[in-house]
């Protein structure tokens, strides 16, 4: 069993910065994918970065890319979201994820076992 907590969300200015932050404990170890999925309301989940715990395999969603870089610090069991340039439709209930299995990060829809509570993302216009 994994348990993931994320922290960071909160109200941003489109054009801002925030930076979400997921703790992981419990059984993890080389093999793991970590990751963020996020869900607007009235919208399907949406697929929005993943990284294997050892940070060489790396994937983002269309919608992010070069705007928003996901790193890990295996030391601390974290997994960092850095979302920079947002915009309004990046407003969503961001989840922390995480599998088993290294090849999810570069297959996500194959979807993931353990998953956050999420934490709110505002941006406004």
């Known amino acids: 069993q994994v348990q993931l907590v994320e922290s960071g969300g909160g109200l941003v200015q489109a054009g801002g910065s925030l930076n979400l932050s997921c703790a992981a404990s419990g059984r993890t170890d080389n093999n793991y994918a970590m990751g963020w999925f996020r869900q607007a309301p009235g919208k399907e989940r949406e697929f929005v970065a993943a990284?294997?715990?050892?940070?060489?395999?790396?994937s983002y969603g269309d919608s992010v890319k070069a705007r928003f870089t996901i790193s890990i610090e295996n030391a601390k069991n974290t997994v960092n979201l850095q979302m920079n340039s947002l915009k309004p439709e990046d407003t969503a209930v961001y989840f922390c994820v995480a599998d088993s299995r290294t090849y999810k990060v570069s297959n996500p829809q194959l979807g993931f076992d353990y998953w956050g509570q999420g934490t709110q993302v505002t941006v406004s216009s």
């Open positions: 990284i294997s715990w050892s940070g060489g395999r790396i």
